[in-house]
């Protein structure tokens, strides 16, 4: 098993990518996003994202827990930056 290549692969994964002035996703966020046909760079917002999965995560009835996860996640990161504590 060829451990840098591992690393190498979560590291790419796990890339930040800017998107426009208000998003930065990770490469598997995107991967993610565009499997299920999320126009994430037309997005304004985390939240404008997160709308759009919680509307497929609502209609589609099969699993889709990477797209769960990663509602999750966005919703974190948006608490995170965006509100007062």
Do not use: H, R
Not at 19 to 27: A, C, D, Q, S
Not at 50 to 66: A, M
Request: proline share 1%.
């Amino acid at each position: 098993m060829n451990y840098e290549t591992i690393i190498n692969n979560i590291a790419e994964k796990n890339k930040l990518i800017k998107v426009n002035e208000k998003i930065t996703l990770t490469n598997y966020q995107i991967e993610v996003l565009e499997k299920y046909q999320i126009p994430y760079s037309t997005c304004n917002s985390i939240n404008e994202i997160i709308f759009y999965i919680e509307d497929i995560l609502n209609e589609d009835s099969n699993d889709c827990e990477d797209l769960e996860n990663i509602s999750t996640t966005l919703a974190e990161v948006d608490y995170y930056y965006n509100y007062k504590k």
